[in-house]
């Protein structure tokens, strides 16, 4: 069984940039496809990010052109890089993984997720 531990994340002013990071350990990582999901107070969790294996990328509309997702497949990583928060961008992150990118951006179909780490852009 994968498991997926994340990194980065805190508090960052508006404007501002954030990455965070998620290490994949287990079973085999480089034909996974991979997820970011958020969730702000109050809120379900939703769909951020994602990438295939092929490095195949898709996002939220809300998040196009200021979010990046990236993967380094030898070192079993995953990325987001995260430019001009806004408070609207507050909420626990999570990284996701799964056979292909139809599982990973449904979030009913995800088995396996990251702890979560915190995002808090304050205005």
């Known amino acids: 069984q994968m498991r997926l531990v994340q990194s980065g994340g805190g508090l960052v002013q508006a404007g501002g940039s954030l990455r965070l990071s998620c290490a994949a350990s287990?079973?085999?990582?480089?034909?996974?496809?991979m997820a970011w999901y958020r969730q702000a107070p109050d809120k379900e969790r939703e769909f951020v990010a994602c990438i295939s294996w092929t490095n195949s990328t898709d996002y939220t509309d809300s998040v196009k052109g200021r979010f990046t997702i990236s993967r380094d497949n030898a070192k079993k990583m995953v990325y987001l890089q995260m430019n001009s928060l806004g408070p609207e961008d507050t909420a626990v992150y999570y990284c996701?993984?799964?056979?292909?990118?139809?599982?990973?951006?449904?979030?009913?179909?995800?088995?396996?997720w990251g702890q979560g780490t915190l995002v808090t852009v304050s205005s």
């Open positions: 996701a993984a799964g056979p292909n990118i139809a599982t990973v951006k449904n979030r009913r179909y995800i088995t396996i």
């Open positions: 287990g079973r085999t990582f480089s034909r996974d496809a």
